[in-house]
């Protein structure tokens, strides 16, 4: 059996999902300032939509490294 050519798919897409957390993180502690003024309690959902938000764009580009497809 031969093994299939090998695919600069995978090191591609984790080079781009590196570089797509390091602008989120950038974005996020941009944002952090003016948050961290508010009440805690207006700081909770903020801070867990922001931790939770990265995973939408994310999610696409994983897709694609595993399959080769954006959509299932």
């Known amino acids: 059996m031969t093994d299939p050519k090998p695919s600069l798919r995978k090191p591609f897409g984790v080079l781009l999902l590196i570089v797509l957390i390091a602008i989120y993180a950038v974005i996020a502690v941009a944002v952090a300032e003016p948050v961290t003024r508010l009440h805690v309690l207006l700081q ?29």
Not at 45 to 70: D, H, M, N, S
């Open 44 to 72: 909770l959902p903020i801070w867990i939509v922001l931790g939770i938000a990265w995973v939408f764009p994310a999610r696409p580009l994983v897709r694609w490294i595993e399959t080769g497809r954006f959509r299932k």
